[in-house]
Each structure stands twice: as C-alpha cells, then as structure tokens.
C-alpha cells in the first residue's frame, strides 16, 4: 500500500507535529510513503520512505508562505500515485482534504490539539479561532478516521465538533533522540518529574 503523508515539518525539525509524524512514519515499516514537506538539511534515509521536499519561500508574511506551500503541495500530490492520504496538523489536513475530494482517496488526519477551544490558550484573535474552527469542522467531518496525541485532545474533538469516538484513534506523541541531554543529579529532599514536551492542558497531564 502506497501512503501520501504531508507534513510541513518533519525532522530534523523538532516540534511535536515533526516528531509525531516520523514516529508514525517509521514504525510501520510494511507500507511504502511518499511524504511532501518543506525543505530541511539532509537526514539519514529510510528504505520505506521518499521525500518530496517543497522548498521555503522567503517573506515577512506567514500567510504568503502558507499559500505558497499549499497551491505546490497540492500540484505535487495530485501527481502522486497512493492509495490513502494521511496530513498532519492543521496545515496538512488542510490540504489532505482537498487532495482527498479530487483524487477520491480516504483520508486520515492527524490532530494534536484544538487549542483555539482551549482557556489556558490566549493568543489566539476571534477571527482566528473562528477560522480555525470552520476548518477543522471540514477536516473532521472529511476525514475517514482521526488519530490524535491524548484523551483530552479526544474528549475535545467529541465534545466541540460532535465525531463519533470510535473515527478517532489516539497514539500519543514519540520521542525525538538526542545527545543534547543535560544531566540531572538527584537529591535526597527533592522529587524530580521530567515531562516531555510543552506543560498544557491539551496534553492530559492530569491522567
């Protein structure tokens, strides 16, 4: 089987969206991938993955950039022969659906969080989270089956855009393998708990 994965990053990139796509990718070694992303430096290749790389366009504007990347993502998928589509994060999915709608292919996309919901998020305008919610209703409600990184993100996805639980699978995030790790001694009068990743809410620290 032929998968098309579109992700904006990928690693070496580190992000949570990077990481969590290349575990996805490398652990099922009997599927063939094509995945489109941006352009970053040379990384180690894999046997059961081929990068199709969309270089960055330079400018001030994020949306410009945004733009550039969907219209050559959507050229380059819709040239690529696969049997299912899998995108990553908001920008992926974004594409992911309407690849899916022209080329007729199921669709599986990949959430780690809907932030815009979220109290604890405050950077977010009106207009934006209501932008944003119009389109992950599409992505959802387009999307064959959703994995996403925790319950909560789960309970969210239930609760706010009424998916049935069963379209949604939760993996949650890998680790990214590094020698930049810094030693930490122990002491008798303290505990220590070591989290991976960014400490919000969406991430279900709680449970």
């Known amino acids: 089987m032929k998968v098309l994965a579109i992700s904006r990053e990928y690693p070496p990139s580190i992000s ?22 941006t352009y970053e430096p040379k990384r180690k290749k894999s046997k059961n993955i081929y990068e199709i790389k969309i270089p960055r366009y330079v400018t001030k504007s994020r949306y410009i950039s945004a733009t550039y990347y969907a219209i050559n993502t959507i050229k380059k998928s ?46 977010f305008s009106y207009l934006n989270k209501m932008f944003r919610n119009v389109l992950q209703k599409i992505i959802f409600s387009t999307s064959d089956e959703i994995i996403t990184v925790s319950q909560k993100v789960k309970n969210d996805i239930v609760k706010y855009h009424n998916i ?44």
């Open 78 to 123: 819709l040239n690529n022969d696969s049997d299912i589509i899998v995108g990553n994060a908001l920008a992926g999915s974004s594409i992911a659906v309407i690849v899916k709608l022209i080329k007729r292919k199921p669709l599986i996309s990949v959430v780690h969080d809907i932030d815009y919901i979220s109290k604890d998020v405050a950077e």
């Open 164 to 207: 049935k639980p069963n379209k949604i699978t939760i993996i949650p995030n890998g680790i990214f393998e590094t020698k930049n790790i810094k030693k930490i001694r122990k002491t008798r009068n303290k505990s220590i708990l070591l989290f991976v990743g960014v400490i919000l809410k969406k991430h279900d620290i709680e449970n």
């Open 16 to 37: 949570g969206v990077a990481v969590f796509m290349n575990e996805i990718l490398t652990r099922t070694k009997s599927l063939d991938y094509n995945i489109i992303c």
